[in-house]
């Protein structure tokens, strides 16, 4: 019901007037009449809107009407992501977070996530805080773990052992050694 909401007001607030079939493939969305709605919108998706390029991840993200095909849903998000799309760039960066549909990778969620956030998406705003807050969670847990080595090098080995673990990785090559003599 969110992602109705949300396809709903970015179509309402679009400046742009949309001929019929657009409003149809709306219309049909909003009735739960998926087939029609991929119908109407597939066109103005290849045309390169957008909105129609969201609605269409919307639709293969979740199954609608069709089967999963997170492979297509990453497809039409990037397009509309790629045009600036906040909603998209965020449903991105969740794929990307979660390994749906894309292998997973932090610093693209984190990248699409920013892209979001700078245009004042809240979901992307919150994912970016979350994502935020668990690695420098992530980060101190490796530096705790690091006070056990035997030798400081040892102590930055496992701290990059421990951040690549978690998705993670050293900002630059003194970035261990922070961390290490912070802590210790």
């Not at 742009?16 to 409003?23: H, V």
């Not at 957008?50 to 998000?77: C, H, R, S």
């Not at 610093?107 to 994502?131: C, H, I, P, V």
């Not at 006070?147 to 951040?163: F, H, N, P, S």
Request: charged fraction near 25%; charge should be negative.
């Amino acid at each position: 019901m969110r992602h109705i909401f949300f396809f709903l007001l970015i179509v309402m607030l679009s400046p742009i007037s949309w001929g019929a079939d657009f409003n149809k493939g709306v219309d049909a969305y909003e009735r739960g009449d998926y087939a029609t709605a991929l119908r109407e919108m597939t066109p103005f998706a290849e045309q390169g809107n957008a909105i129609a390029q969201y609605g269409l991840g919307l639709i293969y993200a979740n199954g609608e009407g069709i089967e999963k095909n997170l492979t297509e849903a990453m497809k039409w998000y990037r397009k509309a992501a790629e045009q600036g799309h906040a909603s998209a760039q965020n449903n991105l960066g969740v794929m990307y977070d979660n390994g749906k549909g894309v292998e997973k990778n932090l610093t693209e969620a984190m990248k699409w996530y920013r892209k979001a956030a700078e245009q004042g998406n809240e979901n992307a705003l919150n994912n970016l805080n979350e994502k935020r807050d668990f690695e420098l969670n992530t980060r101190l847990r490796c530096a705790d773990a690091s006070r056990t080595a035997q030798t400081e090098y040892a102590a930055q080995q496992v701290i990059k052992a421990c951040l690549a673990k978690s998705g993670f990785e050293a900002e630059s090559e003194s970035e261990s050694d922070c961390w290490f003599n912070w802590f210790n």
